[in-house]
Nanobody, 118 residues
């Protein structure tokens, strides 16, 4: 059984920073792709950032230049999202996801709340 566990969410003031972490455990040797989606109240879930095992990254336009996704090669199946210059519109539940091939992701964490407010 595969489990993804997120950490690092919380309340931060506009302009502040947070770092999300996601660690996977279970029978998958190495995920091909890992990343983060988010869902704000009343909105659809959207891709925030993703990274492949080869290091290729993709970002949602509104977070480019502010968020950085990375993987820890020493810790298989661990992914981070460094979020800087946070804005109130970044407020959402952030979900870590992953899969072994490039398809709609099958593996998900439980979500972590990020709230940006003064």
């Amino acid at each position: 059984q595969v489990q993804l566990v997120e950490s690092g969410g919380g309340l931060v003031q506009p302009g502040g920073s947070l770092r999300l972490s996601c660690a996977a455990s279970g029978s998958i040797f190495r995920f091909y792709v890992m990343g983060w989606y988010r869902q704000a109240p009343g909105k659809q879930r959207e891709l925030v950032a993703r990274i492949t095992s080869g290091g290729e990254t993709k970002y949602e336009d509104s977070v480019k230049g502010r968020f950085t996704i990375s993987r820890d090669n020493a810790k298989r199946n661990t992914v981070y999202l460094q979020m800087n210059s946070l804005k109130p519109e970044d407020t959402a539940v952030y979900y870590c996801g992953a899969d072994i091939i490039d398809r709609p992701w099958n593996y998900w964490g439980q979500g972590t709340q990020v709230t940006v407010s003064s």
